[in-house]
Structures are given as C-alpha cells and as structure tokens.
C-alpha cells in the first residue's frame, strides 16, 4: 500500500513572507508526501527579497515563488487541501473561503519580519527567525502518523503545534 500524499495551503495577509517560507519547507521537509501551497487574502503581488534570500541562504529551494490570492484555492479546479493552516493572525481573523474537501485548520501564528524596521542586518535576523519557528513546527507536523490519529487527535495536535504547546503534547501521546 502506498504512503498517501497531501496538499497543504498556508495563508498570511500578504502571501510575501512566512506563507512563501512555509510553501518551500514543507515542499523540502515533506520529502514528497506533502505539496505545498500558499496564498494571500490581499496579496501584495510579490514576493519579499528577503524571503527568497533566507531560502536560498538556508539551502531550501523554491520553484516559482509568487504571491497570489486565496480565491485561487476556493475554486472548484483548484486542488482539495488535506490542511489549511494561517501562518499571521491578521489572516486567522479574516472570513476565509469554504475549502474544497473540508480539509483540517489551524492557526500557527508566526510574527511578520516583513513588519521589523531597522537595519538590514535586524530585518535579515526577523527573516531568520520566522523560517525557524516554520521549520521547527513544519518538522514536527511531517513527522505526524497522520494515518494512526482520528480527527480529533490531529487536531489536538495541530493546534498544539500552532502553540507551542507541541512538546507537551508529544510527551503525553
């Protein structure tokens, strides 16, 4: 029996920074399992220099990065989602479309280094820090026996990961 495959839309405000982030690693960390997608509620139509900079110098690679809408992915030819996860709060606040195939939710809100004014070296370390946080919570999501766990355990789970509290959960599961 084969390893099923997942798709995975991460939302931000803009579809600049952190979406773009989570779009390359879970695409890279999800080692073909899991296909990343990412969109904006008012995307800014580009993507930040400093998000593709982080990638590149953390060795993550990215094809075809670009800002766009989440309408695209509330459409009936867009693919169904297994996971929607709001990666800002402005986004998690926001009336979001109806899903295609119901996928799972949850908020995993990381701090907009797009937003960090300062020098380039301050603005480069709120880049550094965001794919971080990404990375450590996209980690323990891939790791998952997403195929073990009912709805509700997942969900305990996702939402844990969105907290911080994943450790705890980890500890008791």
């Given at each position: 029996m084969s390893e099923p495959h997942y798709?995975?839309?991460f939302l931000c405000t803009g579809n600049?920074?952190?979406s773009i982030m989570a779009e390359a690693l879970i695409e890279f960390w999800g080692r073909g399992r899991f296909h990343g997608f990412s969109a904006g509620s008012h995307p800014r139509g580009e993507v930040h220099p400093l998000a593709l900079d982080t990638l590149r110098a953390l060795r993550v690679p990215i094809s075809d990065p670009r800002?766009?809408?989440w309408s695209e992915f509330a459409s009936a030819d867009a693919p169904v989602m297994n996971f929607v996860f709001t990666v800002c709060d402005n986004a998690a606040g926001e009336q979001c479309p109806a899903w295609p195939g119901q996928p799972m939710t949850a908020h995993w809100g990381i701090a907009d280094p797009a937003a960090v004014e300062g020098s380039e070296v301050e603005k480069t370390l709120a880049f550094r820090r965001a794919f971080a946080e990404l990375e450590r919570r996209i980690k323990i999501f891939v790791s998952?026996?997403?195929t073990a766990m009912d709805r509700l355990?997942?969900?305990t789970r996702l939402d844990a990961?969105?907290?911080g509290a994943d450790d705890a959960v980890n500890e008791s599961a």
């Open positions: 798709n995975v839309l600049s920074a952190r800002s766009k809408d998952l026996p997403l355990q997942l969900q990961i969105g907290t």
